[in-house]
């Protein structure tokens, strides 16, 4: 079955870095998504990416955020400049346009923590 | 505004007992996506099923059954005879193609089977 590919699955990285988590989506997939879990809590969204251009942001992506999908098989997310709050589980997600049985498959997840 | 509810923070119960967890949405729109997830520890996030707005017929999946009832905004599972590997963390979640297709999850209900 195809799978949402994430890597890399842990990453520690100092306060203040810049950090790149990657993605690589289902092929035939449309819609693309960023998801945050803090530890303990619940998956949140982050934005969703549709026809090379953000279509959906929530509060939490500010502008230390952004989305890329630099070769028309990654979908990136970058973090500028790392604060410790930004310590969670990322989710990458990718889907079909929606239908009665339309696909929508999570990556594995990458485990951020900033020191 | 879409919402979803999972009252129950921590369940446990005792191998072989049957459990239920319940999900309460809350959406305007007329078509939207339920889903449930079930997270071990290791922090993935494992598929269970999806439901549309339209079909609320229930559904049994081995030990796994899922009562949706749209008079009640309700989605809820069931997991017969259950097993110590059911120990997990469990969500449930709306997907509203109205609002970028994100996903809204609820806070999770933490299950613990014990032997």
């Known amino acids: 079955e195809p799978e949402v590919t994430q890597t890399p699955s842990h990453q520690v990285t100092q306060m203040g870095q810049e950090v790149i988590l990657r993605c690589v989506p289902i092929?035939?997939?449309?819609?693309f998504y960023w998801y945050r879990q803090i530890l303990g809590q619940k998956v949140e969204f982050l934005v969703s990416?549709?026809?090379?251009?953000?279509?959906?942001k929530s509060e939490i992506f500010d502008d230390q955020f952004s989305v890329e999908r630099p070769d028309g098989s990654n979908f990136t997310l970058k973090i500028r400049s790392t604060k410790l709050e930004d310590s969670a589980m990322y989710f990458c997600?990718?889907?079909?346009?929606?239908?009665?049985?339309?696909?929508?498959?999570f990556g594995s997840g990458t485990r951020l923590t900033v020191v | 505004a879409q919402k979803v509810t999972q009252a129950q923070t921590e369940i446990s119960v005792v191998e072989k007992e049957d459990v239920t967890l319940d999900c309460v949405y809350e959406?305007?729109?007329?078509?939207?996506?339920l889903f449930w997830y079930k997270q071990p520890p290791s922090g993935e996030l494992v598929f269970l099923i999806r439901?549309?707005?339209?079909?609320?017929q229930n559904e049994i999946s081995g030990r796994y059954s899922w009562n949706f009832q749209k008079s009640t905004s309700s989605f809820n599972f069931t997991i017969t005879a259950s097993q110590v590997v059911d120990s997990a963390v469990y969500f449930c979640?709306?997907?509203?193609?109205?609002?970028?297709?994100?996903?809204?999850f609820g806070t999770g209900t933490s299950l613990t089977v014990i032997p």
């Open positions: 990416f549709y026809n090379n251009e953000i279509s959906e």
């Open positions: 092929s035939n997939h449309l819609y």
């Open positions: 959406t305007r729109d007329t078509t939207y996506y």
């Open positions: 979640a709306l997907s509203d193609p109205n609002t970028g297709n994100q996903f809204y």
């Open positions: 439901r549309n707005s339209f079909d609320e």
């Open positions: 997600a990718s889907s079909e346009p929606p239908s009665p049985n339309y696909g929508y498959t």
